[in-house]
């Protein structure tokens, strides 16, 4: 093998071509210059790196702008999503035994059961609604009635947006706007819809203990409805002693807090109800939670459960205190979930604040799950296979099979759902 020789300015040139990451001082150091050469090539590339303000103060002969010291700095975050306390044993609210915390994000494996047991609640009704209910939405009717139902539903479904498809999420938020605008028109019947409220994304927090267990339930679920009353009372007080003698379903041996979040950092007796003092509509009417997927219907059902049980619970603590004891008058709170095609009515009756032991009389929950408005079950998707073909050059790599067809989306519309949705909408309403 032949040797090569290089020069010293041929090495040079080497190494700045193929190492652009090594400095020009580096390279003026190793080519043998004289040092005050060195010196003024390093003043030289000292003086380019110099930002241009400081090139200004120097030719002009400014003081230089003395920067803040870094612990005077305004932080440029609100204090409110800062960590401003440790999050381990120093922390005031750390505790030994952890709390066990449900949020919009924790899905209950066993699903309504499971709901129960946590609430020391007893479902009633048989699958229907209240009877109350049933008799206030079976004597609802607005004039052309269907044919709005039917307009509302192919306008949120397919004229929403220009999109191909069109996600589930938003889909139920804006079918669930639409049905509830609708039931508005009825406002010159029912003057007291003019004392409700809605609020989008509202926290809520709840705690009580159950079986010497720490649960708390804080989180977003969606869209509430308030109103200046609260809802009548759905049970007399010879139903709730009823009650006494039911048991509760276990989960044996699996511990019904499997599917809660354990954390030792949480406040005791933390109750907050989404409003501050002072609020016009402090009463929770109905609460509506939106499900993505109805894949599992039943953790959706079973976190509508949760959430309308800590809006009656908040507002019974603010009331009547955080002492273990049998309300005078129960408190009533409602839930909606649905993915703008099916809907699940539940109602829920807090009876009492002695949650920790399961004797005694229960809370009551009222479910009519799961009834279509109208046959397609979910907004049309788009179906694709793969053909022959680059997937970078060829646009048809991915062909759809199935195109929405303007029509669909309101075959066999079943006007009694909309009615159910009327009767909890216009609840606690006077005509």
């Not at 939405?137 to 139902?149: G, H, Q, R, T």
């Not at 979910?378 to 048809?396: A, E, F, L, S, V």
Request: glycine share 4%.
């Amino acid at each position: 093998m032949a040797l090569l020789h290089f020069s010293s300015h041929q090495a040079a040139a080497i190494l700045t071509r193929c190492l652009p990451a090594l400095s020009s001082s580096y390279l003026l150091s190793r080519r043998s210059y004289r040092p005050e050469v060195l010196q003024r090539a390093k003043d030289r590339i000292r003086q380019d790196k110099k930002p241009l303000h400081r090139v200004i103060e120097e030719m002009l002969d400014l003081e230089p702008v003395i920067k803040r010291p870094q612990s005077e700095r305004i932080p440029d975050s609100h204090p409110q999503y800062t960590t401003r306390v440790p999050m381990g044993p120093t922390n005031p609210h750390y505790h030994e035994k952890p709390a066990y915390i449900f949020n919009h994000d924790v899905q209950l494996g066993e699903g309504i059961q499971q709901a129960l047991w946590l609430t020391k609640s007893q479902l009633m009704g048989d699958g229907q609604m209240p009877s109350q209910v049933q008799e206030l939405a079976s004597s609802l009717e607005i004039p052309d009635m269907e044919n709005k139902v039917e307009q509302s539903i192919k306008q949120c479904r397919l004229y929403d947006t220009p999109s191909s498809m069109l996600s589930m999420d938003r889909f139920s938020f804006r079918q669930t706007k639409a049905l509830t605008r609708l039931g508005s028109l009825l406002g010159k019947d029912y003057p007291e819809l003019l004392n409700r409220a809605q609020a989008n994304n509202y926290y809520v927090g709840a705690s009580w203990t159950r079986d010497n267990d720490a649960i708390q339930v804080r989180g977003r679920p969606g869209m509430i409805l308030t109103s200046k009353n609260p809802l009548p009372v759905l049970a007399s007080q010879d139903e709730i002693n009823q009650t006494v003698d039911v048991p509760l379903e276990s989960f044996y041996p699996l511990a019904p807090t499997i599917d809660l979040r354990s954390s030792t950092i949480y406040k005791e007796d933390y109750n907050f109800p989404g409003f501050f003092d002072g609020y016009p509509f402090p009463h929770a009417h109905t609460l509506f939670v939106f499900a993505t997927y109805f894949k599992n219907s039943e953790a959706y059902k079973a976190k509508g459960i949760m959430f309308a049980f800590a809006n009656a619970l908040c507002r019974a603590k603010q009331q009547y205190g955080v002492e273990e004891i049998d309300l005078p008058t129960p408190i009533v709170t409602q839930c909606i979930v649905t993915n703008g095609v099916k809907f699940s009515f539940i109602h829920v009756q807090l009876n009492t604040l002695r949650l920790d032991s399961s004797d005694g009389p229960k809370n009551m929950v009222w479910l009519d799950a799961e009834n279509p408005l109208y046959l397609d079950m979910y907004p049309q998707n788009i179906k694709i296979y793969r053909t022959k073909g680059n997937r970078k050059t060829d646009k048809r790599y991915w062909k759809p099979l199935v195109k929405r067809d303007p029509e669909l989306g309101c075959r066999e519309l079943d006007v009694g759902v909309f009615k159910k949705f009327l009767g909890c909408y216009l609840n606690g309403a006077v005509h």
